[in-house]
């Protein structure tokens, strides 16, 4: 496997032959379906638990959208909650893993986050917890789709990579926190095949271009999060960049809450 910082057209997706998200879906499911679980909500490695977050408040009765639902747990919660439930992925093998477990009383489809196949102001609400975001060259190209088929009044809430953790190795450990990455480079992470073929790709976005996007879209943000570690979280998970030790000392994880203006109120957008 090659991988570094670099280039990659916007218009190039990771070959699905090689893609880590069709061929290691299983394997990735099974290495964290303790923490995961099968119908929970979990908004990061740190633990944090929609039971106890409460970021979406009663979903009953409503027209809910889960963006880059894995294996489905948060769309799966949704739907036993009492919402009408879509959850959206762009990887097959892993919407695989999510028809494996059930999706008995909700719908999973195919879709590209950045052009949702839904009309306008179909959903109450959107959610996602790490879906499709650290993996898109745009995330406004995002927050502008959800705020097309969110309704008036909608809610946006989803959690992703810390920006400022970019700047480190991806490392658990806590003796490797020195800064070796521009904050401001926004050349993606790649891992190509030994062939060539591209297998995954992970983008930065700053903290500015997460708030711009989100204002240009429409959105008022209502709140924003940089969980530490969860009591009930395992005390050795580690994730990559995420472990116990190194997050009490840096976040990894935003977490972000917002939502659309009603008809006739309108949002304060930057200007261009």
């Known amino acids: 496997m090659i991988s570094g910082y670099g280039p990659v057209p916007a218009s190039q997706r990771p070959d699905p032959a090689v893609a880590y998200w069709e061929t290691e879906a299983e394997q990735y499911y099974r290495e964290h379906a303790g923490s995961l679980g099968t119908d929970r909500l979990v908004w990061c490695p740190e633990g944090l638990d929609e039971s106890q977050a409460h970021l979406l408040g009663d979903v009953a009765g409503q027209r809910v959208l889960e963006v880059g639902c894995g294996a489905a747990q948060g769309a799966r919660w949704a ?155 395992a005390a050795d998970a580690e994730w990559t960049a995420w472990s116990r030790p190194r997050g009490a000392l840096v976040p990894s994880t935003i977490i972000i809450a917002a939502h659309l203006p009603e008809s006739g109120q309108a949002a304060v957008k930057p200007s261009s």
Not at 166 to 173: C, E, H, M, N, T
Request: aromatic letters at 14%.
């Open 79 to 233: 739907a036993g909650a009492g919402a009408q439930v879509v959850g959206i992925d762009l990887s097959f093998g892993m919407l695989s893993v999510g028809r494996r477990l059930g999706s008995d009383g909700f719908t999973l489809a195919q879709a590209d986050a950045a052009a949702l196949p839904f009309a306008d102001s179909a959903f109450d609400l959107a959610f996602s917890a790490f879906g499709a975001l650290p993996h898109v060259p745009s995330v406004a190209d995002v927050y502008a789709e959800v705020a097309r088929v969110l309704r008036p009044g909608g809610r946006w809430v989803f959690s992703t990579d810390h920006p400022f953790a970019w700047v480190f190795p991806d490392s658990p450990d806590p003796a490797e926190l020195w800064v070796n990455h521009s904050y401001f480079d926004r050349e993606p992470y790649f891992e190509r095949a030994a062939t060539g073929e591209l297998a995954y790709t992970q983008y930065h976005a700053t903290l500015a271009d997460h708030f711009t996007g989100l204002s240009r879209a429409g959105f008022v943000v209502d709140y924003l999060a940089e969980p530490e570690w969860t009591k009930s979280a």
